[in-house]
């Protein structure tokens, strides 16, 4: 069984800085890619960052990209997401998610697993 578990989230200033972790189990974590994904109350979900299997290639939503990076540590199966320059509109609860190639993609749906997430909250 795949679990996913989300750490690293808190209440920050504006202009602060958090890293979120997403430590992985039951699964062969170096095989497959990985993503973050934000939702505020009242909005819908939307993809924050996504990984290759092998580190080699991520790619960032418009609204983090050159604030935000993603990475992972395969020989401890955690994926982290370095989040810079916080602002209100990064408010919301972040869920790591796993799909089932070693690619990653921006659409929620193709994602099979998915952690209870982490709140991170920013204030103005």
């Known amino acids: 069984q795949v679990q996913l578990l989300e750490s690293g989230g808190g209440l920050v200033q504006a202009g602060g800085s958090l890293r979120l972790s997403c430590a992985a189990s039951?699964?062969?974590?170096?095989?497959?890619?990985m993503a973050w994904f934000r939702q505020a109350p009242g909005k819908e979900r939307e993809f924050v960052a996504g990984i290759t299997w092998d580190g080699g290639v991520t790619n960032y939503a418009d609204s983090v990209k050159g604030r935000f990076t993603i990475s992972r540590d395969n020989a401890k199966n955690t994926v982290f997401l370095q989040m810079n320059s916080l602002t209100p509109e990064d408010t919301a609860a972040y869920h790591c998610?796993?799909?089932?190639?070693?690619?990653?993609?921006?659409?929620?749906?193709?994602?099979?697993?998915w952690g209870q997430g982490t709140q991170v909250t920013v204030s103005s």
């Open positions: 998610a796993v799909i089932p190639t070693q690619f990653y993609s921006h659409r929620a749906e193709f994602f099979d697993s």
């Open positions: 039951g699964l062969r974590f170096d095989m497959y890619g």
